[in-house]
């Protein structure tokens, strides 16, 4: 899938593709797991699979100081258990899991309305 987009800054990290296995941000495709916002991009950010979704790979998202977290599953929306997230509760942020497509889609325009979006997507 193709994502047309064109809005924000020259340096925003914008998601241009995403394919079965890959994402393209800006120029760069990236067949691994990544953590992206406007400003950072953080490759191999760990789990290869929505089971593998730990504290540690949370904490890689909450440092960015996001006003909503965006976690892609994959291709397939899978909802990770409540203790899992509960590094994200207990620090009062908003956040939504979406098959991976989605977060990348949702992603593009949260960050065009100038929201502080932080994703972590599953490839």
């Not at 193709?2 to 924000?8: N, T």
């Amino acid at each position: 899938m193709k994502i047309h987009l064109e809005a924000g800054g020259i340096n925003d990290h914008l998601i241009r593709a995403y394919t079965t296995g890959s994402v393209t941000i800006n120029a760069d495709t990236y067949e691994a797991s990544l953590v992206v916002s406007r400003s950072s991009l953080i490759r191999d950010w760990g789990p290869a699979v929505i089971d593998e979704l730990n504290a540690t790979h949370l904490d890689t998202i909450l440092a960015l100081e996001p006003e909503l977290i965006l976690i892609g599953t994959g291709d397939i929306l899978t909802f990770p258990p409540t203790e899992t997230l509960r590094p994200v509760i207990e620090a009062g942020i908003g956040y939504e899991i979406m098959d991976t497509g989605a977060a990348c889609r949702t992603y593009n325009v949260l960050m065009a309305e100038g929201r502080e979006i932080v994703a972590g997507l599953i490839i």
